[in-house]
């Protein structure tokens, strides 16, 4: 496989250039102070939420109308806690706060049957969409935010440069080199300087 289907810095695992920047992870990235609270504070939402849900799955199924959906409401709950780790644990949450994103559409996906048929709550159905709604326009944002993130630069930059002056000697060797330079007499500078060149040379 040729390496123009791969980007990346030397030193880090090639990543194929057909995925999106928002589901790799760079522990460079430096996303704002906001963002980075906000993906923190996401973390422990699902944890918590990833909690109730794994502890009570069937009463949330009965209060949707849904008693069926109790299972896949704990096995949410699961996925909800490794994201909630995943967010909290990593250097770099973007690959985990894009996961919610997919998680929140799965949400969506499972409670929209409940507005179908008799189902007598259909009220607590929309305050869960409702709810559901928010949270992944949170997530959608917080997501769009850390993908964007500059990115510092990478460790070899640092330490290959850390060091360099500019100056092609040590700032010893470069005192008074310039003491004795004389200009060439042949000098050709710009027409209108000729005439003051001849007179103070």
């Not at 305050?127 to 997501?143: E, Y």
């Not at 004389?182 to 027409?191: A, F, H, L, T």
Request: aromatic share 6%.
């Amino acid at each position: 496989m040729s390496d123009a289907m791969y980007r990346g810095d030397r030193g880090r695992a090639p990543v194929p250039s057909s995925i999106p920047s928002y589901l790799t992870s760079d522990p460079r990235r430096r996303p704002d102070p906001a963002s980075r609270e906000l993906a923190h504070g996401l973390g422990w939402f699902s944890i918590g939420l990833g909690l109730t849900e794994v502890a009570f799955g069937s009463a949330i199924a009965h209060w949707l109308g849904m008693p069926r959906a109790a299972p896949v409401i704990r096995a949410y709950g699961v996925r909800e806690l490794i994201q909630g780790a995943g967010i909290l644990g990593s250097r770099d949450p973007t690959p985990w706060i894009s996961a919610r994103v997919a998680g929140d559409a799965l949400d969506i996906a499972t409670v929209l049957p409940g507005l179908e048929g008799h189902n007598p709550r259909k009220d607590n159905v929309l305050i869960a969409l409702v709810a559901l709604v928010g949270v992944t326009a949170i997530d959608v944002i917080c997501a769009h935010n850390l993908s964007g993130a500059p990115l510092n630069p990478s460790q070899k930059v640092r330490q290959d440069y850390r060091r360099r002056s500019g100056f092609r000697r040590p700032a010893k060797a470069m005192r008074g080199a310039a003491r004795d330079f004389k200009p060439p007499p042949d000098i050709i500078g710009p027409e209108a300087m000729r005439p003051w060149t001849l007179t103070n040379a």
